[in-house]
């Protein structure tokens, strides 16, 4: 198995909403990430756990809150959100934090705040 | 800090053309070298990939080699499909830099009948 799966794939929420995106992979990876992307966009790093331990948080705002219950999976719980929060939500995971470790992504959640 | 520029786009071709979409690079010591590609509506796939310098590589036809005297890591193909129609991103990662991805800003392609 050497996908990363996200669920839900469409996500419409509000602004007084708690939601939470998943992520799972099964390629016994021990890194995992969350990014950002906006339209016509690279993705831009949130959250990186390593060994689920959060290594990386870069400076995103408290209404986003991560999770890492086991090695395979990955939350990220939302709450009180902007319409500016309106993206792709990428989950993507490595073997480990090496450069050489390529990142393998899902397909992503796309959050609409209204 | 790390940085990756990319030809900006959109690059349009008609099929069977040759691409080549730039990108260089900035970062200290020796960074790992990637290209993603992004389908509509999809997340990234890793394209290929190159981890020290003079290294190629290649899949689905699509080549870049590490090039360090240059700090270059251009993608080609030499004839493109319909279905290659896609967003390509370069990106780095440096041990120098926890190992994050960095991002080029992206090149739109577009491949016509």
């Known amino acids: 198995d050497t996908e990363v799966t996200q669920t839900p794939k469409h996500l419409v929420m509000g602004m007084t909403n708690k939601k939470s995106l998943k992520c799972e992979q099964h390629?016994?990876?021990?890194?995992m990430y969350w990014y950002k992307q906006k339209a016509k966009k690279p993705p831009e790093l949130m959250f990186v756990?390593?060994?689920?331990?959060?290594?990386i948080n870069e400076s995103v705002p408290s209404r986003f809150s991560p999770e890492c219950p086991n090695s395979s999976l990955l939350n990220l719980h939302l709450h009180a959100l902007q319409p500016e929060d309106s993206a792709l939500y990428l989950c993507a995971s490595s073997q480990g934090r090496g450069s050489y470790n390529e990142q393998f992504f899902g397909p992503g959640t796309r959050l609409t705040v209204l | 800090g790390d940085s990756v520029t990319q030809m900006e786009g959109p690059v349009t071709l008609s099929e069977e053309a040759f691409l080549t979409i730039n990108c260089t690079y900035t970062?200290?010591?020796?960074?790992?070298l990637f290209w993603y590609v992004q389908y509509p509506g999809e997340g990234l796939q890793l394209l290929l990939k190159a981890t020290k310098a003079d290294d190629k590589g290649s899949n689905k036809g699509f080549e870049a080699t590490y090039r360090k005297e240059t700090t270059s890591f251009h993608l080609e193909k030499g004839s493109v499909q319909v279905s290659d129609s896609a967003v390509y991103f370069c990106a780095l990662s440096n041990n120098n830099a926890g190992n994050m991805l960095t991002f080029g800003g992206g090149t739109r392609l577009m491949v016509k009948p």
């Open positions: 970062a200290t010591g020796y960074p790992s």
């Open positions: 756990y390593s060994y689920e331990k959060l290594s």
């Open positions: 390629m016994g990876h021990r890194a």
